[in-house]
């Protein structure tokens, strides 16, 4: 990264688990989150840890309200009957990129079978770029290798600037 990498970039991270919001578990994704957030320049703050369901909405409305730019949330995108990160925020995306969560099924489906299950999604609320990604550590480092090329033209085209079409 260079030095002019803004300082007023906001990112935010949910980490949808019910056994780490009790303490029962230690989440493992929020740090990875995190971490590859941070090279980017974006200041994060540590994550939110809730329990599935709807504390997802809760928290994920509050860091849209607090003006975060990105939110990544990670975790309950499974067919658990608690994994319901999707559905708590699908009806807060303006804009949905169903493409993205293609993507990281078929990049994951390389590694495992059981990537084809996730039920993430991916979007704007506004200008804020908002996604759900699966609760390992593989699914997550798959979503973010997916994000890795795309992440800064989608900000930059949602706020207007960038080109309106990828160069083939």
């Known amino acids: 990264m260079t030095g002019s990498v803004e300082s007023s970039r906001t990112a935010a991270i949910v980490v949808a688990s019910t056994s780490a919001a009790a303490?029962?578990?230690?989440?493992?994704t929020g740090p990875l989150i995190t971490r590859w957030l941070s090279e980017r320049g974006f200041d994060t703050g540590k994550p939110t840890v809730v329990a599935d369901g709807q504390p997802v909405r809760f928290a994920v409305d509050e860091l849209l309200a607090n003006g975060s730019q990105v939110v990544m949330v990670t975790g309950?995108?499974?067919?658990s009957p608690d994994d319901q990160?999707?559905?708590?925020?699908?009806?807060?995306?303006?804009?949905?990129l169903p493409g993205i969560i293609e993507a990281i099924r078929r990049r994951g489906e390389a590694s495992t079978p059981m990537s084809i299950i996730t039920r993430g999604v991916a979007?704007?609320?506004?200008s804020s770029f908002v996604i759900t990604l699966?609760?390992?550590?593989?699914?997550?480092?798959?979503?973010?290798?997916?994000?890795?090329?795309?992440?800064?033209?989608l900000l930059a085209q949602r706020s207007g600037g960038g080109a309106g079409h990828g160069s083939r």
């Open 23 to 28: 303490g029962k578990a230690e989440d493992k």
């Open 76 to 79: 309950g995108t499974g067919v």
């Open 85 to 96: 990160s999707p559905e708590m925020v699908a009806p807060l995306l303006d804009v949905q």
């Open 123 to 126: 979007g704007f609320a506004g």
């Open 134 to 153: 699966p609760g390992s550590t593989g699914g997550v480092k798959d979503g973010l290798a997916v994000l890795e090329p795309i992440l800064e033209h």
